[in-house]
């Protein structure tokens, strides 16, 4: 099948390269020069595990191409994909649909044969109808149908999660746009892989329900950790007791310096965005986003105590600053709340992070960039694990206590513990819903 993908991001790029590994024929479209003239050079805008290889295995087949012309990419496809951003409008929460709604635009301008116009966007509750009226609009000629079909990769692991998917998830109005849907994703179909086919509105739905209740989970472990550091418990048995539970689970459940990256802080927002609209309130969503920001602040906090109450004069090393590990995406990442407020209170931050630095130099200005962690620690008065990059997983905690000035550690991604701490020679430690410890 030949299939046009737009928008050549995490999330489109991923999706692009995997359904040319299936054996589709696929023409990615960008707007920005820059990228696709990397692309077409072979080299991948942003970091992914296994997509360099994955790309450059499908373009010698001659099955991945790339433009920044969507007329030709569109040229006999029979579907078309919407994989562009759609970030938080400014002002109040709601997705902006700007990206979404222009593509649709540019598609109706240059199409005329029947094609299956595919959401993978993650747009709110009724975007789908609103694309297929803009098109109609444009092009009153035009035979098509619309399509939702929300991505649920995560990045980092998003290869293996698009070709081995938990499920799959299809909205669609009518026959005719469910076989071709089927046709794309026939390669999973006969893995076995489930295929939820439903339709629009569902399907936008179960993308905003989903992953509300996985940042739900996050902040639920969150606030159970701050209260385990009131009670002595600690939160990691906590989370294993708790986990061991089949209704639970144990995904999701890693207390943490608040959820961050590119879906979850923008997705609660817009859901508790169209609860309002439809005047049925998302009180759980709001309650989220709420207590995750004060999750954040109280990152802050603890950096401030290990700090004897001001960072004034402190040179501090943080370890990681993307949002988690095996991506060098920062949107919302911790790390942009946590830094800037070391930088404001008078601390030397050194940041340290495998792929982070590129995107982070743009994002944390007065931060001094350092390749080795080690280095990084060389005369520090605190250590903050911001990340848990394998990088970091397996440090020599004695050599970096040696070259510290005053060796203090903030684990906030649980990596460590107090006995790895004080073997090593720290004379502080904190974690997140364990206790710590501080000699004078
Ligand atoms: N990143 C993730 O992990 C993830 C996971 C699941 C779902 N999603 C959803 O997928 C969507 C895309 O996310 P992303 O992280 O890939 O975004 P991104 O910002 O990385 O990529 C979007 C790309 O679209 C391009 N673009 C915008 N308008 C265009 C147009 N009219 N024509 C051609 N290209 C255009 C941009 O230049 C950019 O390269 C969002 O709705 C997001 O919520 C993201």
New binding site residues.
Partial sequence: MKIAM????????VSGVCFSDFGHEVVC????PK?IEMLERGEVP?YEPGLDSLLAKNVEAGRLSFTLD?KEAIDGAEAVFI????PTRRGDGHADLT?VM??AE?IARAASDYVVVVT????PVGTNRQVKQTIAKANPELDFDVASN??????GA?IDDFMKPDRVVVGVQNDRAAEVMAGIYRPLYLREFPIVTTDLESAEMI?YAANAFLATKITFINEIAALCEKVGADVKQVSKGMGMDGRIGNKFLHAGPGYG???FP??TKALARIGQEHASPMQITEAVIKVNEEVKRRMIDKLLDLCGGSFNGKTVAVLGVTFKPNTD?MRDAPALTIVPALVGGGAKVRACDPQGQHEGEALLPGVNWIEDPYKAAQNADLLVILTEWNEFRALDLKKIANKMTDPKMADLRNVYNVKDAKRAGFTGYESIGREGYAQD
Avoid: H, M, N
């Fill in positions: 737009i928008g050549t991001g995490y999330v489109g790029l479209v960008d707007k920005d990228k942003i969507l994989a562009v951003g759609t990206y222009a593509a540019e993978k966007s993650t747009v929300p991505e649920f990769l995560r990045e998003a993308k990256g590119s879906c923008k997705d995406d």
